[in-house]
């Protein structure tokens, strides 16, 4: 299965996606994760990338695509993956479709504006592997720890506030059109993200197997 998901920043598109993942057996291919990736390793395209992801701003499409087309050609991606953070913007969708890539479904895990910023607040990701925590809503089994590789625990620089306000702006203008491109397919279903990451889960399972 070749799914999407689509979401607000902090909405939980990231522990979705592994959820996701484990039950189908198919790797998560998160942009997010790819550029953190490249910044720290200080590669050409993480030099790129640095000022607009600070800014709480999208990475120019040319940048991003580039790099989706690279990962979906690898052979763990030919039975299936979950694109987690990609397409946000109308260019980067119609970028899929000129790859040929089949999309089955787009989830769009809806959360209100008003919760994000608190929600962030909380978040925290491992530095060494990517996963994502939350304090309240989905804490790690030992604090400060990751659960999958005992990584540290580490608030990202985009979560204060200030800058999830620019995200958000950005995910309304630019990211947002991208449901009635999607509705328009067919492919749109929307979970509504719930307070408990289990329910969620639960909601996410349902969609996918409908
Ligand atoms: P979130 O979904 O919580 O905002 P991500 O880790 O998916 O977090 O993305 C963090 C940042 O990485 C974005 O704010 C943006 O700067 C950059 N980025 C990730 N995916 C894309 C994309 N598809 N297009 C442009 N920029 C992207
Ligand atoms: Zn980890």
Redesign the pocket.
């Known amino acids: 299965m070749n799914l999407i998901l689509l979401?607000?920043?902090?909405?939980g598109?990231?522990t979705q996606a592994e959820v996701i993942c484990k039950k189908l057996n198919i790797p998560a291919v998160?942009?997010?994760?790819i550029?953190?990736e490249a910044l720290k390793s200080g590669t050409e395209m993480g030099k790129k990338?640095k000022a607009?992801?600070e800014a709480?701003?999208?990475?120019?499409?040319e940048?991003?695509i580039g790099i989706v087309k690279d990962r979906l050609a690898e052979s763990d991606c030919q039975n299936g993956f979950v694109l987690?953070?990609?397409?946000?913007?109308i260019p980067?969708a119609e970028a899929l479709d000129e790859m040929g890539v089949r999309i089955d479904k787009v989830l769009e895990i809806h959360v209100p504006d008003e919760k994000i910023v608190t929600r962030m607040s909380g978040r925290r990701v491992c530095g060494s592997c990517g996963a994502s925590y939350h304090l309240q809503y989905n804490p790690p089994k030992v604090e400060g720890k990751c659960d999958n590789c005992g990584g540290a625990l580490v608030q990202r620089t985009?979560d204060h506030p200030d800058t999830v306000k620019a995200?958000l702006k950005?995910?309304h203008e630019k990211t947002e059109p991208l449901k009635s491109y999607y509705e328009k397919q067919g492919k749109l279903v929307v979970v509504e993200g719930q307070e408990e990451v289990a329910d969620t889960t639960r909601l996410t399972l349902a969609a996918i197997e409908a």
């Open positions: 979401g607000a920043p902090g909405a598109k990231g998160s942009t997010g994760n550029i953190r990338a607009y992801m709480g701003e999208l990475v120019p499409d940048v991003v987690d953070g990609f397409p946000r913007t980067q985009d995200r950005e995910y």
